[in-house]
């Protein structure tokens, strides 16, 4: 079946360490984005990608950086200048066109750090 | 940049009520979504609207995109303690070579037995 797998589901991380989450889609979609979800909170753009090898700042890319050497994968790196990285944090993807099918979710990973 | 009010921001309601929640915005969209996010999950999309007055159903949920372009709304009838989460509204905007998706803040659905 295909679809958008995130791993962990859950991590730990010390001050001051860089962490990064995993983004992997076998939907063949060409563009992929990464989202940060605080509690009771709606959802942030991070970075976004609409071709491999390319990608874009969103709204609070500022501590968070990120790869597209492949179509399938998508990695966010949370870095030790992001402030306050515990979150909830959701990858998408879609088809980069104007679909019926909007974004497809991942199950997300909760970022902790202790 | 365009941004989208989504109402209530929670709500406690009784099983088997109706429930009735929005998003406006100033900007005109041409797609408008609504998603579901179940506790510790993603959002998972619910119903797509596409054109100005379309009035759409699935199941228990019927959304409208406003004739204006620039709202929608999503009803739950009789509601069962599943339906409890997070509803996220979305607007389609075109960018340079492709489109993207503008999120509400959600509300937050909570359901008592």
């Known amino acids: 079946d295909g679809g958008i797998t995130q791993s962990p589901k859950y991590l730990f991380r010390k001050e001051g360490q860089n962490v990064t989450l995993s983004c992997e889609q076998n939907?063949?979609?060409?563009?992929m984005y990464w989202y940060r979800q605080d509690p009771g909170q709606g959802l942030r753009l991070i970075y976004y990608s609409q071709i491999v090898n390319d990608f874009q700042k969103g709204d609070i890319a500022e501590g968070y950086s990120v790869s597209r050497e492949k179509k399938e994968s998508f990695p966010l790196t949370v870095t030790s200048a992001q402030k306050n990285p515990t979150a909830f944090y959701l990858c998408a993807s879609s088809s980069g066109q104007a679909s019926n099918y909007g974004y497809t979710f991942g199950s997300g990973t909760r970022l902790t750090v202790v | 940049g365009q941004q989208l009010n989504q109402s209530p921001q929670s709500m406690f309601i009784q099983e088997g009520e109706d429930v009735s929640m929005n998003c406006t915005s100033s900007?005109?969209?041409?797609?408008w979504l609504w998603y579901k996010q179940d506790p510790g999950e993603g959002p998972v999309l619910l119903i797509a609207l596409y054109k100005a007055g379309e009035l759409t159903s699935n199941g228990r949920l019927t959304a409208q995109f406003g004739i204006t372009r620039k709202d929608s709304f999503l009803n739950i009838s009789a509601s069962i303690p599943s339906d409890v989460g997070i509803y996220f509204c979305a607007g389609q905007v075109a960018t340079d070579s492709s489109y993207k998706l503008i999120f509400g803040s959600g509300t937050r659905l909570l359901v008592r037995p």
């Open positions: 939907l063949n979609h060409d563009a």
């Open positions: 900007s005109i969209f041409n797609t």
